[in-house]
């Protein structure tokens, strides 16, 4: 019996150490509908979650799972992602339409299992099926594991800031109409702030969002980019601002008057009410370096100090950065840095198995009979990666790839440029990309670093380039032509930033390193959304490896039909 008692006691005691404890299980059910909106002076029926715009938050801890029941009640298909988590051998939930699963069909339901791991910050979900996202979308908040707490002093409230995009139009008929002709879309009518495009706009100055503030105290700001084509400058007037995470990872403290986010990405920012109690106003406005027309609009929302407080007129606005200072979104950028911390630890990959180089350019579709009215002779406006525009397929690749089902995709997606010319400078090439359903395997465990190289093809600029079902290390970044002997002297491989999306500038490159130990199916494109609709992304078909544990999950008793297969 002593022995039993002693057995025991070390298996406890092994448990104590070793053992890990599974994180809850939550529930959420989100109901996709139609509902009346009015801003800007006008009424609009648009798709939304459980009638709110943005739509509900989730709130987890750091390990936990939720299951989504998602019930469409809309008129056509759609999906939702979980944008940066990643989803460990789970695929099947991620959300991509005819990536990773077919669209939700209008009047049925489909629970998704979302798998939170290492992920902690603010993340965010939305649609993933044409642009539905423009109104469906919301915030993913994932607090520290129990028993633990941030890395920066706890602050005293916290507020969500989402930006998002707003038409005056059903965003379907925008979408549809470019999509028809070839042409470039139309540009938004106005940003928003939490759903309101602020005091600066007609009919809009009584619905202002407003975040009331004790003097003295610390508040933390969660700002999720959902716009759908812009990157923005954001601050608060007269108040300094501390980046101290993003894309759910901490980041050293960065003390700034400004921040610069992309589209897809999210930003943890403590702000101090410590000037005189009065109302200032938070505002962001748009950053372009491209030729292409753009929303140029600013929205805000008010920071109120709390108490009986005359308000200032004129309220005072931040000074933000112009729309094409990219000097000013550089220097921002390039400060990020991981926490790196003996609690935060990082492990950036160092020796590479495999190399990608892989260039981003907006390009043109040659339309049969000048049949298009995208450009003066006919064809219709693209993008590609290595000069190869992704088609989606007619039946999910995920669901094929599973029933080797090889006639939906092919895997030849070239891993370096087709033609190598001067990427940034006087283009002597075809604008004209191929198209196809090409992706990219890899085997389980490569270790992966892909230089993305903007070129100055077609409309050169900025791109927001997104990676599901990893996070990834961005080790170096620069202006011209990547130079594979010279550049890699240059890395970061201390504390790069841990992200999952990233801004490569134009004519400009970008290095990201990852290990490739999450198997499945997962996808890689630009986050402007009308650059995914012409095609600037491809999937990547991670295999499984020699165990259970390596593998993918097995298929759910139920995934939403393809309509077309």
């Not at 139009?169 to 999509?179: I, K, N, Q, S």
């Not at 950065?321 to 630890?345: E, I, V």
């Not at 032509?481 to 992200?499: G, K, R």
Request: glycine share 8%; proline share 7%.
């Amino acid at each position: 019996m002593g022995l039993m008692y002693r057995f025991l006691g070390f298996m406890f005691l092994g448990c104590l150490l070793f053992c890990k404890a599974e994180g809850a299980i939550r529930h959420y059910d989100f109901v996709v509908k139609e509902s009346n909106f009015t801003r800007l002076c006008s009424t609009k029926s648009m798709l939304t979650v459980n009638d709110s715009f943005p739509g509900p938050e989730i709130h987890v801890h750091k390990g936990d799972t939720v299951f989504v029941n998602v019930h469409n009640q809309g008129t056509y298909g759609i999906t939702i992602h979980w944008h940066g988590v990643k989803m460990p051998r789970n695929p099947w939930s991620d959300g991509p339409e005819y990536v990773t699963q077919c669209p939700i069909p209008a009047g049925t339901n489909f629970t998704q299992e979302i798998n939170f791991s290492t992920e902690e910050g603010t993340l965010w979900w939305h649609a993933h099926s044409d642009w539905s996202r423009a109104t469906v979308h919301g915030a993913i908040i994932i607090y520290p594991a129990h028993g633990t707490s941030y890395p920066y002093p706890k602050p005293y409230g916290e507020q969500t800031i989402v930006l998002a995009s707003w038409y005056k139009a059903d965003v379907m008929e925008v979408y549809e109409e470019a999509v028809e002709s070839g042409a470039e879309f139309n540009t938004s009518d106005a940003f928003t702030i939490n759903g309101q495009p602020g005091a600066l706009f007609d009919c809009s100055t009584g619905t202002t969002f407003r975040l009331a503030v004790k003097k003295g105290e610390t508040y933390l700001l969660r700002i999720i980019n959902a716009i759908l084509n812009e990157e923005m400058f954001f601050g608060i007037a007269e108040h300094n601002l501390t980046v101290v995470g993003t894309d759910g990872f901490y980041t050293k403290p960065i003390n700034t008057e400004y921040i610069m986010i992309t589209p897809g990405q999210t930003m943890d920012v403590l702000v101090t009410a410590n000037q005189p109690a009065s109302y200032y106003y938070m505002a962001a406005s748009p950053f372009s370096d491209s030729e292409a027309a753009f929303d140029n609009a600013t929205t805000t929302a008010i920071l109120q100090y709390i108490g009986n407080l005359p308000v200032p007129s004129p309220i005072p606005l931040p000074a933000l950065p112009g729309t094409n200072d990219t000097t000013a979104a550089s220097n921002f950028t390039t400060k990020l840095r991981s926490l790196a911390s003996s609690a935060h630890p990082i492990s950036v990959p160092k020796n590479i198995t495999k190399h990608i180089l892989m260039t981003v350019s907006v390009n043109l579709i040659f339309c049969p009979n000048d049949s298009c009215s995208g450009t003066p002779d006919g064809d219709r406006l693209g993008a590609s990666l290595n000069n190869q525009s992704f088609v989606f397929p007619k039946t999910d690749i995920l669901e094929a790839y599973t029933r080797n089902n090889f006639s939906e995709f092919t895997t030849d997606f070239p891993l370096e440029p087709p033609i190598y010319f001067n990427f940034t400078g006087d283009v002597n090439v075809t604008v004209y990309a191929g198209q196809g359903t090409k992706v990219i395997e890899l085997e389980y465990g490569e270790v992966v670093e892909l230089v993305y190289q903007g070129t100055n093809i077609g409309n050169a600029q900025n791109h927001p380039m997104h990676l599901h079902g990893f996070s990834f290390f961005l080790v170096g970044t620069g202006l011209g032509n990547f130079n594979n002997q010279t550049d890699p002297d240059n890395y970061n491989l201390i504390d790069p930033p841990e992200v999952n999306t990233i801004q490569l500038p134009k004519k400009g490159w970008s290095a990201i390193r990852f290990v490739a130990d999450n198997p499945g199916v997962w996808f890689l494109h630009c986050h402007f959304e009308r650059h995914t609709t012409w095609g600037m992304a491809v999937a990547i078909i991670v295999k499984n490896g020699g165990t259970t544990s390596t593998s993918m999950r097995p298929r759910p008793a139920y995934m939403p039909p393809c309509p077309n297969s």
